[in-house]
C-alpha cells in the first residue's frame, strides 16, 4: 500500500502582511519622504500602501492585516481608522512596530506570536513599495492546486534590467521554483521576484528559525590581545567584543526574505512562482512614482472606476481629480494626472503625465510634464516645469545628459516656488526653495 502525501484543508484561514520598511530606509524618495511617509505618498489618489490594502480585502477571505515597520506607531494610526472603515472585510489591520530594522523576514519572525494566532494557515506577504495589479486570487489558486509551501509572484523583464532584481529560474510546465538568487552578478534569469509572496505559515517560520541558527552558529571571531606591537591601539572593550558583539547580535537579527530564505525555500520542490503578465513597478526612487502613477491611473480606467474625471475636450483620460481641486475649465489635463486636494490649475495651463500635491497651484498658461508638484508649491504664469519621458518599458527613472546622469522626472519639493517664465528641466528641487531663473540638470539644494 502506497503511502498518501497528506493535504492541508483548503479551507484553512489565511491572513496577510504588509511590509512598510523605516524612515532610515526609503531615502531614494527624498525629497518626498522628507514630508511624508513613502507608504503614504498619494499615488492616483491614494496612498501607496492603500493599493496594496485594496488588493488584499478583494481576496474576501482575508480579515486580518499587519502592517510591519519600524516607523513611530501614529504615523499609520489615522490611515488605519480610515481603512477600516473603507474595508469592512477586514475586521482587523494592526501596525506592528520593529525597535530596529529587522529585515523583510526578521520582522515576521519578531511579531510571529501576534501573526500565528488563531492558527492560520496561510500568509500573504506584500512589499508596500511595490505597484502592480496584485493577483492574489490566482497566487491562492496556484498554492491550493500544487499544494505548495510558498508560492512568489513573478515577471518578466528585459535581459539587461533582470540582474537589477531576484532572479528567478523555473520549470516552465510546472511552476516549480528550481533556483533563486537575489540580484546576480551574471545574467540567470529575465523571471524575477515582484516582491509578492504566499506562504504556508508550518514552512515559513522553521525556515527563517534555521537562517538565525545559521547566522548564530558560526564561529566567533578571533579574539586580539594586547602585545608590545599593538599595545597603543588596544582598547579592552574590543578585545572582549563589547560593542562589536552588540553589532554583531543585532546583525544576526537582520534576517531578510530575498537573501537568506528563499534561495534555501527552491530546495523544498514545493516553491513555485506564479507569472503575471499584468503591469509591475518597484516604487523606490521618487521619480519612479510618476510611472507608478500612469500605471494605476490606466488600471482604474480598465475596471471603469468611477473616481476618475469624465473625458472631455480638456480631459484627456486617466486623470484622478480631487473634489476639493479647482481646475480652470480651459487647463488640459492628462493623461496620466493626479491633482490633489484643494490644489489650483489656472486657465490655459497644461499638466500631462505628473502629480500635482495637496494646496500647490499651477499659474495660468503654465505647462507642466513628468513631474511631480509638491505640497503647497506654485508654478508662475507661462512657466514650464518638465522631466524627460522615459521608455514604457524601463524600469530607472534616472537618464545620461551630456554624460551625467540625471533624474528624468522633475521634483518640487514642499513649498517650491518656480518664477514665471522660468523654464525647469530634470530638476530635483528640495523644500522651500524659490527658482528665478531657468535651471536644468541639477539638484538645488
Partial sequence: MSLQVPHRPKEGSTKAVILVGGPSRGTRFRPLSLDVPKPLFEVAGHPIIWHCLSAVAAVGSIHDVYIIGYYDETVFRDFIKDASKEFPVLTSIKYLREYQALGTAGGLYHFRDAI??????????????????FPLGDMLKLFDDKDAEAVILGTRVSDDAATNFGCIVSDAHTRRVLHYVEKPESH??????????????????????????????????????????????????????????????????????????????????????????????????????????????????????KELAPPSANIVPPVFIHPTAEIHPTAKLGPNVSIGPRAAVGAGARVKESIVLEDSEIKHDACVLYSIIGWGSRVGAWARVEGTPTPVGSHSTSIIKNGVKVQS?????KDCAVGDEVRVQNCVCLPYKELKRDVANEVIM
Avoid at 503575471?276 to 475596471?303: C, E, H
Wanted: net charge negative.
Fill in 116 to 133: 500565528l494566532k488563531g492558527r492560520p494557515e496561510r500568509l500573504f506577504v506584500l512589499n508596500a513599495d511595490v505597484c502592480c495589479s
Fill in 409 to 413: 522626472i522633475t521634483i518640487l519639493g
Fill in 188 to 305: 540567470l534569469s529575465n523571471l524575477i521576484n515582484c516582491g509578492v509572496y504566499l506562504f504556508a505559515t508550518e514552512a515559513i517560520f522553521p525556515s527563517i528559525r534555521s537562517a538565525i541558527k545559521r547566522r548564530t552558529d558560526r564561529p566567533a571571531r578571533l579574539v586580539s590581545y594586547p602585545s608590545s606591537d599593538n599595545l597603543e591601539h588596544f582598547h579592552p572593550a574590543a578585545a572582549t567584543g563589547g560593542d562589536d558583539d552588540d553589532d554583531e547580535e543585532r546583525k544576526n537579527e537582520v534576517i531578510r526574505l530575498e537573501q537568506d530564505i528563499l534561495g534555501d525555500m527552491a530546495d523544498s520542490k514545493q516553491f513555485f512562482v506564479c507569472e503575471t503578465k499584468d503591469f509591475w513597478r518597484q516604487i523606490k526612487t521618487a521619480g519612479s512614482a510618476v510611472p507608478a502613477n500612469a500605471l494605476y491611473l490606466q488600471r482604474a480606467q480598465q475596471v471603469g472606476s
